[in-house]
């Protein structure tokens, strides 16, 4: 209880409104900046009191809201395995002032009066609250809030700080995606399920006072407990309960008009050996590592004849051999009505809707690529409704469920779909105007260099001679990084060679070298040397890369890596790229004016090379387009 809050680099982030990359950085450049605490390598957590000293102390601005003040409270109070508990406690005290309409300026001070007055307010939540839990001068931080905000945003607040904190542990649903499936799945006023609730996620975009009823079961009982608080603070006719949906199912009469889920993917242990002969298998008893398909078959088992069923899916679900025989079914039955892939690698969205009694099944099934916009998924199954036989969307395509029923019932979208370009009926005239706009461009990107009556040998200096001279300092990418799974950018080699921004990731780790704007980054050990300036910072030196930090009051950056590209003189005498000493790399003395002018025709030219490079890329699609569009008849020669 008398711990200081912590902040993670996050909330460090919030607290003094910058990026992440820059606390990053001041980690990494201050050595005065605080230790953490706690936490772990990859999200350590900091002292609250150390951090605020801190930026006193280098006169960095910041400001602690009162929520902020109140979720630092709420961490400090116990561990990271509690405090899930401890959000649930406030969201119940929240709760209580909504119900109540207790004056916030007079809130119960210690959990035995609040226990005896708010047991009526929220006795219907599905788990008994620990009103214990809370350091009791939490309640009037609490009531301040929600004098402030309001019980719902205020709870809402809580709620987004403990899912960030707990990112790698707890899934939730995108907010976009959840406003997706709520307008697809349940239009205004019917009773909606999500057997899979979490904290509450798919629910929340569409209760309200004027909404019908809303239903979730969730397996964790404080998430449950997150959830039945978020929605009666909106207003919601709701009905949570805490327990596994498919082994202990805690609606089975509900026939829900709509239902939504994202449940849990891969998870082995969901009941296979316990449920063999459920009666909700229809299409199929779903394989042991199919508990995906379990999920679609208990969403569809609650859906009233005519109800539909969004459903968040994994790519690999569409194509997986075991389930094919289930996909089958779902298709044959028409109970399968649309697979969307929402962004690269999944989720994919699968829309259902169970069938009535007698009606003839569908004969098509929308297939779609959202190509991570999501706002186009809903104007195509809209369409689709209306009529199935009209032309889809740029992205989308209806497909014949028969041609659907090989030996592999395979609907992963993107086999069905052309890939953007792969029709050379419609991608040649598009590809020929872009070629042909590149090319125009080319001639008035090629810098205006002029040849003087006379050359002369400019006097040179070492890298090592300009680092001791003070005018660059260099440092060195690491030989390898974590896994590409973190929070940090990276600039690799090849981003570096081709111009695109950092494609890396990797977690923070206090020897990374953090890339500021103004920097030149080279790679000089390949075939071909590399460098550029950088114009915005925050990124991670990546391996195989030469960091060089100029001052700019004595050198121009542009001129130093229009240099560095001129690496032959320092390579080895066998012409090997392997043992490039970086500090031998040798540049010339100019004065700084001169640098300028050099600098600026050194980016000219490197950004010729790069419209070259765009120009003979689109030019090979345009060839590859003119051949397949020739070859199959889909374009002709011009007489």
């Known amino acids: 209880m008398g711990h200081d809050a912590t902040l993670n680099a996050g909330d460090i982030a919030r607290l003094a409104d910058v990026g992440r990359a820059a606390v990053s950085n001041w980690r990494r450049r201050h050595d005065d900046f605080p230790r953490p605490v706690g936490g772990t390598a990859a999200s350590p957590l900091f002292s609250l009191p150390e951090v605020e000293e801190w930026l006193r102390r280098n006169g960095k601005s910041y400001e602690l809201s009162l929520g902020d003040r109140v979720w630092q409270r709420l961490r400090a109070s116990a561990d990271d395995l509690h405090l899930g508990d401890l959000v649930a406690c406030a969201g119940a005290y929240l709760l209580f002032l909504h119900r109540t309409a ?42 301040d809030l929600a004098a402030e905000q309001g019980p719902s945003a205020a709870f809402d607040l809580l709620c987004d700080r403990y899912a960030e904190a707990h990112s790698r ?11 997706l499936l709520t307008r697809l799945a349940a239009p205004e006023g019917p009773t909606v399920l999500d057997p899979a609730c979490g904290i509450g996620a798919l629910l929340l975009p569409g209760a309200g006072p004027t909404g019908g009823q809303v239903v979730g079961q969730e397996i964790d009982g404080t998430a449950a407990v997150l959830t039945a608080v978020r929605l ?4 919601a006719d709701a009905r949570v309960v805490a327990g596994d949906s498919l082994r202990q199912d805690a609606f089975p009469e509900v026939r829900a008009d709509a239902v939504v889920c994202d449940p849990p993917f891969n998870e082995r242990a969901w009941g296979y050996e316990e449920l063999t002969g459920d009666p909700r298998w229809e299409y199929g008893l779903p394989p042991r590592g199919e508990p995906e ?50 962004a690269a690698g999944g989720p994919d969205l699968w829309l259902l809707r ?39 969307p740029d992205g989308a395509r209806a497909m014949r469920i028969i041609d659907l029923l090989d030996d592999e019932v395979d609907l992963t979208p993107a086999r069905h779909l052309p890939r953007p370009g792969d029709d ?57 990084l974590a896994a590409d799974d973190g929070e940090l950018p990276v600039l690799t080699a090849a981003d570096l060679a081709s111009g695109t921004a950092p494609s890396g990731r990797t977690p923070y780790d206090p020897g990374l070298i953090i890339l500021e704007a103004g920097d030149v980054v080279a790679s000089i050990a390949g075939a071909e040397p590399a460098a550029r300036v950088v114009t915005e910072g925050g990124a991670v030196l990546g391996p195989q890369l030469h960091l060089y930090r100029v001052d700019h009051d004595r050198m121009d950056a542009g001129f130093l890596a229009g240099c560095l590209r001129f690496a032959g003189p320092a390579r080895t005498a066998s012409g090997g790229a392997s043992r490039v000493d970086a500090r031998r790399l040798r540049v010339p003395r100019l004065s700084l004016d001169e640098q300028r002018e050099y600098g600026r025709t050194f980016r000219e030219l490197t950004a010729l090379e790069d419209r070259l490079r765009e120009t003979a890329a689109l030019g090979e699609s345009l060839v590859r387009l003119g051949f397949d569009g020739l070859a199959c008849g889909r374009l002709r020669p011009l007489a």
């Not at 399968?336 to 892939?341: G, N, Q, S, W």
């Open 169 to 179: 542990q707890l899934s939730v649903t995108r907010p976009e995606l959840a406003a």
């Open 293 to 342: 398909l379990a999920w679609v078959q208990h969403c569809l088992a609650h859906a009233r004849p005519g109800g539909l069923v969004a459903v968040l899916m994994p790519a690999a679900a569409a194509g997986r051999r075991p389930g094919k025989r289930i996909r089958g079914n779902l298709l044959r039955a028409g109970a399968l009505r649309a697979v969307i892939t929402l």
């Open 232 to 235: 009666s603070l909106a207003g």
């Open 424 to 480: 050379p009926a419609l991608g040649f005239a598009a590809a020929r105007e872009r070629f042909r706009e590149a090319a125009a461009a080319l001639p008035g990107a090629v810098p205006a260099l002029a040849v003087p009556a006379e050359t002369r040998d400019l006097p040179g200096a070492t890298v090592a001679e300009l680092v001791r001279a003070g005018l660059v300092t260099v440092h060195q990418g690491p030989p390898r």
């Open 102 to 143: 207790e004056s916030p300026s007079h809130p119960a001070t210690t959990a035995a009066e609040l226990a005896t007055i708010a047991a009526a307010a929220t006795g219907d939540l599905p788990a008994k609250v620990a009103w214990d839990l809370l350091d009791p001068r939490l309640y009037r931080l609490l009531a």
């Open 354 to 392: 169970r069938p009535r009694a007698g009606e003839r099944p569908p004969s098509a099934v929308l297939m779609m690529d959202a190509a991570d916009d999501v706002t186009a998924v809903e104007p195509a199954w809209r369409a689709f409704g209306a009529d199935p036989d009209a032309p889809p």
